[in-house]
């Protein structure tokens, strides 16, 4: 998925949504004035990293101008940031519930499908998004990753080189680019694009993370060790890297290795039920059952179609 440098990204759509937001019949210039100028600090908290503060922030916003826009878009990307995508689209739903040509919240929501593997709604929402500002080749490169989810690879290739040729130095088009080439098992590709991606933004833990994953679906392990290592060494909590890592050890029965690297990942991200899943079949081998239940059961808490769509 996309890592265009997601501050600036953020700033960026905010500021340009607070310029239109709707406000309230009825609510004073002074409530409104009050409003935008939290909703602005929430902004500055948000490109700071600090997502608490900024959704105080923006909620506080909200109770001063509850139509407020970009108020909901900001607690959107919030969600995003924290991976709370079904919480994250529904600010975005809101926002879009006062103007639905919003580009910005269309983008988020479609992001926080994409989060969710809601790949024909996450397309909907870039289509309606592109007919606003087909300019936007961020959200064009994210619409060729959702065609990549739903296994329309030549629509997918369609996007993503058009993106790359309208910005040949945006790294994370070549990482969309990529995992197609992945998904179509042409790794050799795959790894030329990531190398790419790598040769642009080299302090990308991520960019290392997905090549790994690349050179492993290629059979490259030692290549793939070694990119999960940088991945990590750059960001200790890349939680791809420590999936990606622990499944790893897992298909070569590094039980241990396995178990410490999948459960450092949910202390990251204790919301996907792909590493619970995972770290199941690990509890499995190492005959620790109560663990392995109690990973099973948290799979069907958080995506009860999971383990069907395995079979």
């Known amino acids: 998925m996309n890592t265009t440098n ?25 409530n409104i004035r009050k409003a935008e100028d939290f909703c602005r600090s929430g902004m500055d908290q948000l490109s700071e990293g600090d997502i608490e503060s900024a ?20 607690l959107g990307e919030c969600g995003l940031r924290e991976r709370l995508f079904p919480e994250a689209q529904s600010y975005f739903d ?24 809601k790949f024909d ?9 592109l007919e606003v500002d087909p300019s936007q080749t961020t959200i064009l490169s994210n619409r060729g990753y959702a065609y ?16 790359i040729a309208k910005e040949p130095t945006e790294p994370s088009f070549y990482v969309n680019r990529g995992i197609l080439f992945q998904k179509k098992q042409d ?16 302090t990308n833990p991520m960019n290392y993370a997905i090549r790994g994953k690349i050179y492993e679906d290629a059979g490259s392990w030692d290549e793939a060790l070694k ?8 960001d200790p909590n890349c939680f791809a890297a420590c999936k990606y890592r622990g499944v790893y050890f897992k298909q070569l029965g590094e039980w241990d290795d396995a178990l410490k690297d999948l459960t450092r990942a949910l202390e990251i991200n204790p919301n ?40």
Request: charged residues 30%.
């Open 6 to 30: 997601y501050v600036w990204r953020t700033t960026f759509y905010l500021f340009a949504v607070l310029a239109f937001s709707v406000s309230i019949v009825g609510c004073s210039d002074g």
């Open 121 to 129: 709604e996450a397309v909907d929402d870039f289509n309606a998004a």
């Open 55 to 74: 959704r105080e922030r923006f909620n506080k916003s909200l109770e001063l101008n509850p139509r407020l826009t970009s108020a909901y878009v900001g």
């Open 187 to 202: 790794f050799n590709s795959g790894i030329q694009d990531l190398d790419k991606a790598i040769s642009l933004e080299p």
């Open 227 to 234: 990119d999960f290592n940088n991945a990590l060494e750059l």
């Open 272 to 311: 996907d039920p792909g590493t619970y899943f995972e770290r199941a079949g690990v509890y499995r081998q190492q005959k620790k059952d109560s663990e392995y239940q109690a990973d099973v059961d948290k799979v069907n808490e958080l995506d009860p179609t999971f383990m069907s769509g395995l079979r």
């Open 148 to 163: 990549v989810g739903l296994g329309k690879y030549d629509e997918a290739l369609a996007d993503l080189n058009e993106c």
């Open 94 to 117: 809101k926002a879009l519930e006062i103007d639905s040509r919003l580009v910005v919240a269309r983008r988020g929501r479609g992001e926080a499908c994409l989060g969710q593997l």
